[in-house]
């Protein structure tokens, strides 16, 4: 298999991708770990990654894009992921901003984009593109606190998958939707995440940074990837980081 670096336990595939991608690996170079002992999701949260039951990858991603379109390869990883987990599994999956994956309203995947410092040369830019999917995981797999909220593809359709064939079709999704994004932009990309969001038009929930909770409709994303959000008041707000939910009414709907 070209360019993976197969490990059987890490810290963190984005942490070794990292340092990777610092001593000069190509664009696609890819790390697969059978688990990871301090798997790391968006916000500071923790990923569990028990062994055999989930795919934990980063791929290293040099696109050659400006800084200011770096934010939109986030979005572009979470549709290259939800596409391909329909085609292998015949499901339908949906996207929470900015990039969860869900499907029957649990959550069985994310994506965590980081980069490197985006000053200096361009050519030494690069981005880093963490997945986790649960793929083999049972009930029992999940912490109590997860249980309710989580779900894998074993739990969703009968079946067990191969994980590196899952990889390697989401690697190749992956280069392919970042190819399309360098040379033709964001619109069809961004047109395909939004027939996919699971927020759009509903009541939710924004955590801000700071811990303030807003209430109010989705009003989806904007051409940039930015959602945004419209209370009761009427005031709008445009959500650039925190964490989104379906307001508790609406879950499990
Ligand atoms: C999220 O939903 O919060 C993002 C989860 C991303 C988890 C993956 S597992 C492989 C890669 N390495 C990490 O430490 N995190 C990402």
């Not at 991608?21 to 916000?43: E, N």
């Not at 934990?56 to 400006?66: S, V």
Request: glycine share 10%; with cysteine; aromatic share 8%.
């Amino acid at each position: 298999m070209k360019d993976i670096l197969f490990l059987d336990t890490v810290d963190s595939t984005n942490r070794v991708a990292r340092d990777l991608g610092t001593a000069g690996k190509p664009h696609g170079y890819a790390v697969l770990a059978a688990s990871q002992s301090a798997g790391r999701g968006r916000l500071g949260k923790a990923w569990q990654s028990p062994p055999g039951k989930g795919l934990y990858a980063t791929i290293l991603l040099r696109p050659g894009l400006d800084v200011k379109e770096y934010s939109k390869i986030t979005l572009t990883a979470g549709l290259a992921l939800s596409q391909v987990l329909d085609e292998i599994c015949q499901l339908k999956v949906a996207l929470k901003w900015p990039n969860d994956i869900y499907i029957s309203g649990r959550k069985c995947g994310g994506v965590l984009v980081e980069t490197s410092s985006l000053q200096g040369e361009a050519d030494e830019h690069f981005a880093l593109v963490g997945i986790g999917v649960n793929v083999n995981a049972d009930k029992d797999s999940f912490s109590s606190d997860l249980q309710k909220s989580a779900t894998s593809l074993f739990l969703e359709t009968g079946k067990e998958y191969e994980i590196l064939t899952l990889f390697e079709a989401i690697r190749s999704r992956l280069l392919q939707l970042v190819f399309q994004l360098t040379h033709e932009g964001f619109a069809d990309i961004l047109n395909q995440w939004r027939e996919r969001d699971m927020l759009q038009g509903k009541w939710m929930q924004w955590v801000t940074p700071t811990g303030e909770i807003v209430y109010g409709e989705s009003l989806g994303v904007d051409n940039s990837g930015i959602l945004s959000v419209r209370d009761r008041s009427g005031r709008i707000y445009e959500v650039l980081s925190g964490d989104v939910s379906l307001a508790p009414q609406f879950r499990g709907r």
